[in-house]
């Protein structure tokens, strides 16, 4: 039910204010507490504001995002961390600035943008078919547990950990070709300057090579296709 300023309560503004709050022929702003405030325009767009004291000692007001994107909660922590900065002398405006190039470096470092970057690298070297089945294996068998993580941090031991969760599975052919893919995906890191050393390196070693099994019956007609498919399927053995 949409709710006027005029009649708020109590604050800091609960989550039903905020989200109820309707918008006036101006823009306008309502504290919720400690130098935070919700700011609603005419348009009805809301988001967060933080009035702070500039190491200079006059007043600034700094964004802290748009509202529901980021929540009463989630405002009120960035506030509490920025008013801590400006008690210490820092610059808030500075310091979100300097936390937002740290937050997007470490997501450019993690796993799968890597991953994705190594498949882009390899589209012209495979057919649709292939890099399909690539990229839906790092999706399924990977990105999950690695994905959010910063490659430079993963161990060989998790690695390890990884790849015989799979062998217990059972599926040790595509346990083998995630194996080779990951292993690929650190050596591009390794050769642009982005990694030191790569922890697959050597872990096929302490892996089950899988039992040969018989090869279903090909016809004649059947071959070619079958030889192309082969020649495109990324190979999984160790240079």
Known sequence: MPMKRSEIKRRPLSDTVLASLEPDIKEYREQDGNGLYFRVKPDGQKSWQLRYKTPAGTWSWLGLGGYPEVSGAFARQKASVLRSDAADGKNP????????????????????PLAREWHSSRLNSWDTGTAKRVLGALERHVFPTFGNRPYTGILSMEWMELL????????????????????????LARVTGRAINNPLDGVHKFLSAGK?????????????ALLRAIRSYPHAKDD
């Open 93 to 112: 405006m500075a310091t979100k600035q300097a936390r937002r190039v740290a937050e997007l470096a470490a997501s450019n470092n993690t796993f799968e």
């Open 164 to 187: 015989r969760g799979m062998e217990r599975q059972g599926i040790l052919e595509q346990m083998s070709r995630v194996r080779a893919y990951c292993k690929d995906i650190y050596d």
């Open 212 to 224: 040969p099994e018989n090869y279903a019956h090909v016809s004649i007609e059947e071959l070619p």
